[in-house]
Nanobody
Framework: QVQLVESGGGLVQAGGSLRLSCAAS????????MRWFRQAPGKQREFVAI???????NYADSVNGRFTISRDNAKNTVFLQMNSLKPEDTAVYYC????????WGQGTQVTVSS
């Protein structure tokens, strides 16, 4: 069955970097559009980044130029490299794929201190 497992979150100071991973099983990441979302306390879940099946990427305006989404087909894993982190990037980050059903991972907490 489809499974998404995020990792790599943690506590970092403003201006620092983190790399999130989303290990997928039950399907091939290179055949689907893969997305990262985030949800801050008291806020709605919001789109962060997408990489489609041909490798094209797109980003939310708030992270464009600081975050990079990529994938490793051999590892069937999607990454989110986050640089120049800001306190407002603090959230739980989720990996997502849409097939006939919307699949989500369990999330990984990112906390950016000022």
């Amino acid at each position: 069955q489809v499974q998404l497992v995020e990792s790599g979150g943690g506590l970092v100071q403003a201006g620092g970097s983190l790399r999130l991973s989303c290990a997928a099983s039950g399907f091939t990441v290179s055949k689907y559009a893969m997305r990262w979302f985030r949800q801050a306390p008291g806020k709605q879940r919001e789109f962060v980044a997408i990489i489609n099946s041909i490798g094209s990427t797109n980003y939310a305006d708030s992270v464009n130029g600081r975050f990079t989404i990529s994938r490793d087909n051999a590892k069937n894993t999607v990454f989110l490299q986050m640089n120049s982190l800001k306190p407002e990037d603090t959230a739980v980050y989720y990996c997502n794929v849409v097939m006939l059903t919307n699949y989500w991972g369990q999330g990984t907490q990112v906390t950016v201190s000022s």
